[in-house]
T-cell receptor, first 114, second 115 residues
Framework: DAGVIQSPRHEVTEMGQEVTLRCKPISGHNSLFWYRQTMMRGLELLIYFNNNVPIDDSGMPEDRFSAKMPNASFSTLKIQPSEPRDSAVYFC????????????FGSGTRLTVV | DQQVKQNSPSLSVQEGRISILNCDYTNSMFDYFLWYKKYPAEGPTFLISISSIKDKNEDGRFTVFLNKSAKHLSLHIVPSQPGDSAVYFCAANPRADSGTYKYIFGTGTRLKVLA
């Protein structure tokens, strides 16, 4: 398996533009997580899905952020409009179950909003 | 507020010596803990875990200790090797019957092992 695949690896955009981050989880994993890494807060959980259904989006910072999982093999995280403070590395992770075990992370998308 | 805290942002250790990375948590509902290792430009990878029913778990050079009364866990790496240089994240998961199922991560500790 190729692991969790995220695209793009790097994204530079201007403030106010829409940004879409993509994730393909490991085949057979039924839980998917979006995390954001910053120096100040480390890895923050934004939202997670179980069997394609959003379970907890309490970590989504603002209404500008939205996430979808239309099927078991694809998820998107969208920021509209983007702001400089959204600059961070965004990670997607998947796992076989919600609890226990470990997550498999993608390589992340480094987002820079100028 | 940070429910999982790694108060040392960085640590330098000589090759061959012991590395000790610390993690504190505030929520007594947490009962499963993990350590992840992250190299630059890569995603975090799972390293070792411990359940609250144990106070120690060992895997090769890596040992995690859990002190529930102090709400503290630590990762020991012995002997440390240059390839261990990375950022280490501590993560905690609440009990399954708590109704939530999300790992809470700390801010990470950057370990540098000097050759």
């Amino acid at each position: 398996d190729a692991g969790v695949i995220q695209s793009p690896r790097h994204e530079v955009t201007e403030m106010g533009q829409e940004v879409t981050l993509r994730c393909k989880p490991i085949s057979g994993h039924n839980s998917l997580f979006w995390y954001r890494q910053t120096m100040m807060r480390g890895l923050e959980l934004l939202i997670y899905f179980n069997n394609n259904v959003p379970i907890d989006d309490s970590g989504m910072p603002e209404d500008r952020f939205s996430a979808k999982m239309p099927n078991a093999s694809f998820s998107t995280l969208k920021i509209q409009p983007s702001e400089p403070r959204d600059s961070a590395v965004y990670f997607c992770a998947s796992s076989l179950a919600l609890t226990g075990g470990d997550y498999t992370f993608g390589s992340g998308t480094r987002l820079t909003v100028v | 507020d940070q429910q999982v805290k790694q108060n040392s942002p960085s640590l330098s250790v000589q090759e061959g010596r012991i590395s000790i990375l610390n993690c504190d948590y505030t929520n007594s509902m947490f009962d499963y803990f993990l350590w992840y290792k992250k190299y630059p430009a890569e995603g975090p990878t799972f390293l070792i875990s411990i359940s609250s029913i144990k106070d120690k778990n060992e895997d090769g050079r890596f040992t995690v200790f859990l002190n529930k009364s102090a709400k503290h866990l630590s990762l020991h790496i012995v002997p440390s090797q240059p390839g261990d240089s990375a950022v280490y994240f501590c993560a905690a998961n609440p009990r399954a019957d708590s109704g939530t199922y999300k790992y809470i991560f700390g801010t990470g500790t950057r370990l540098k092992v000097l050759a």
